[in-house]
């Protein structure tokens, strides 16, 4: 069954780092353009960023940028979102999900992804 589960989120000082893990089965993430995504209480669902499925390069938003990176270990078959320099408004749910189509390595908007996870919960607090 194709399914992607998020983990690695927590609870993190402002400043401080937070790596989370995509791990996927059913399928392989490598042929994937996979996306992270984030949701606070109230809010929409936002983009934060995504790794390309033809030559992982990556986008992020801008709000993200020099504090974020994405990255793939195809032999786990997993995506990580590493996070640093964490602020307050970094706290929200990140799901990840992959491009509803391989090989395709645009995607337009959030409509393009499928296959989301669950979820995993990042605070950031003093």
């Known amino acids: 069954q194709v399914q992607v589960v998020e983990s690695g989120g927590g609870l993190v000082q402002p400043g401080g780092s937070l790596g989370l893990s995509c791990a996927a089965s059913?399928?392989?993430?490598?042929?994937?353009?996979i996306g992270w995504f984030r949701q606070a209480p109230g809010k929409e669902r936002e983009e934060v960023g995504c790794?390309?499925?033809?030559?992982?390069?990556?986008y992020f938003r801008d709000s993200v940028k020099g504090r974020f990176t994405i990255s793939r270990d195809n032999k786990k078959n997993t995506v990580y979102l590493q996070m640093s320099s964490l602020k307050p408004e970094d706290t929200a749910i990140y799901f990840c999900?992959?491009?509803?189509?391989?090989?395709?390595?645009?995607?337009?908007?959030?409509?393009?992804?499928?296959?989301w996870g669950q979820g995993t919960q990042v605070t950031v607090s003093s």
């Open positions: 999900a992959a491009r509803t189509t391989a090989y395709i390595a645009y995607a337009r908007n959030q409509g393009d992804f499928g296959s």
């Open positions: 059913g399928f392989t993430l490598e042929y994937y353009t």
């Open positions: 790794i390309s499925s033809s030559d992982n390069s990556t």
